[in-house]
Structure formats: structure tokens, C-alpha cells
């Protein structure tokens, strides 16, 4: 599935979630679903965005670990659906939305609980999504300004 609608995706999911569970587990897809656009990006991407895409695909110790599988839902990380980065400002661009979008929920998760354990765990969620946030923004700025112009100002505020 395209990284666009894969992104749409989530960003639905997010706002549908109905407890703190939900927006934790959604927060670790939209990890995943980073760190595979950023491997997708790494081998067939533009070659100004390969080095900061690798770091993204990486991810290896941002965060801590995910919540329990069961939490991402029956059919897995939703990130192993991905098979085309085929416009990578719009993706970009959308995928900084949706961290943005995750960031806003797990603070409002973190202030909100009374568990120790879920405070913790959106604390280490709220720090990987960050990170990659901001090597998204990074690969945004090293794309050329006629390439980051197609994109266009609502892009990240259109409906899917």
C-alpha cells in the first residue's frame, strides 16, 4: 500500500481511538510506519534524503519497546503494509502531520493517568515520536525548493 493512504490510515485511527491504550498502541504504528518509509526512502529515495531516511529506518533504540503486539491490533503493525513511497515531500509532509497528531494525543494520555506504568510508556513514546519527527523535518529541508513546492500549503490538511 502507498505511504499516503497507509498515513491517512493512522491518522484515522488516531482520532478514533476511545481510551489511552489505543493511543499508545496507535502511537508505536505510527513509529513503525516512520521507520518504514525511512527504509523505503534510504534505498530507492531521492539521494539527498538517504543518509537522514537510514537514521529513520533505523530507529533501533528510540523509545523503548512497543506495547504488546495484541495493542497494534489483530492484523499486526499496519508499517508491513507499505510497498511505495511514491511522492516523497507529500509523505513526508503528511507522516510530520500524523507525528505531530500522536505527540498531542500522548501528552494529553500522559497528563491524564493516574498508572506509573502508562505515564512511562507514553513518555518514551512522546520521546521516539519527536525523534523522528525531527529527522522527518530534517529530510524535508534537504529536499529542493522546487520539490518541497509541490507540495503545497494544504497538503498535510487535506482529508485522505
Same mark, same amino acid.
Given at each position: 500500500?502507498e !505511504?499516503?493512504?497507509?498515513?491517512? !490510515?493512522?491518522?484515522?485511527?488516531?482520532?478514533?481511538?476511545?481510551?489511552?491504550?489505543?493511543?499508545?498502541?496507535?502511537?508505536?504504528? #505510527?513509529? !513503525?510506519?516512520?521507520?518504514?518509509?525511512g527504509?523505503?526512502?534510504?534505498?530507492?529515495? @531521492?539521494?539527498?534524503?538517504?543518509?537522514? #531516511?537510514? #537514521?529513520?529506518?533505523?530507529?533501533?533504540?528510540r523509545?523503548?519497546?512497543?506495547? %504488546?503486539?495484541?495493542?497494534?491490533h489483530?492484523?499486526?503493525?499496519?508499517a508491513?503494509?507499505?510497498?511505495?513511497?511514491?511522492d516523497?515531500?507529500?509523505?513526508?509532509?503528511?507522516?510530520?502531520?500524523?507525528?505531530?497528531e500522536v505527540?498531542? !494525543?500522548?501528552?494529553?494520555?500522559a497528563?491524564?493517568?493516574?498508572?506509573?506504568?502508562?505515564?512511562?510508556?507514553c513518555?518514551e513514546?512522546?520521546?521516539?515520536? %519527536?525523534?523522528?519527527?525531527?529527522?522527518?523535518q530534517?529530510?524535508?529541508?534537504?529536499?529542493?525548493?522546487?520539490e518541497?513546492?509541490?507540495?503545497g @500549503? %494544504?497538503?498535510?490538511t487535506?482529508?485522505?
Amino acid at each position: 500500500m502507498e !505511504a499516503e493512504r497507509l498515513i491517512a !490510515a493512522g491518522r484515522l485511527a488516531l482520532a478514533h481511538c476511545r481510551d489511552a491504550a489505543e493511543v499508545v498502541a496507535e502511537a508505536w504504528q #505510527a513509529e !513503525a510506519l516512520a521507520q518504514a518509509i525511512g527504509s523505503q526512502l534510504a534505498l530507492c529515495g @531521492p539521494k539527498e534524503l538517504r543518509g537522514e #531516511a537510514r #537514521a529513520l529506518g533505523e530507529g533501533g533504540g528510540r523509545g523503548g519497546s512497543p506495547p %504488546d503486539v495484541r495493542l497494534l491490533h489483530t492484523a499486526g503493525p499496519r508499517a508491513a503494509q507499505l510497498t511505495a513511497v511514491s511522492d516523497p515531500p507529500r509523505a513526508l509532509t503528511l507522516l510530520s502531520t500524523l507525528l505531530g497528531e500522536v505527540g498531542i !494525543a500522548l501528552v494529553g494520555v500522559a497528563c491524564a493517568t493516574d498508572e506509573e506504568g502508562l505515564y512511562w510508556q507514553c513518555i518514551e513514546a512522546i520521546d521516539a515520536t %519527536d525523534e523522528s519527527g525531527d529527522r522527518v523535518q530534517a529530510m524535508l529541508r534537504r529536499l529542493s525548493p522546487q520539490e518541497r513546492g509541490r507540495v503545497g @500549503p %494544504d497538503s498535510a490538511t487535506r482529508p485522505p
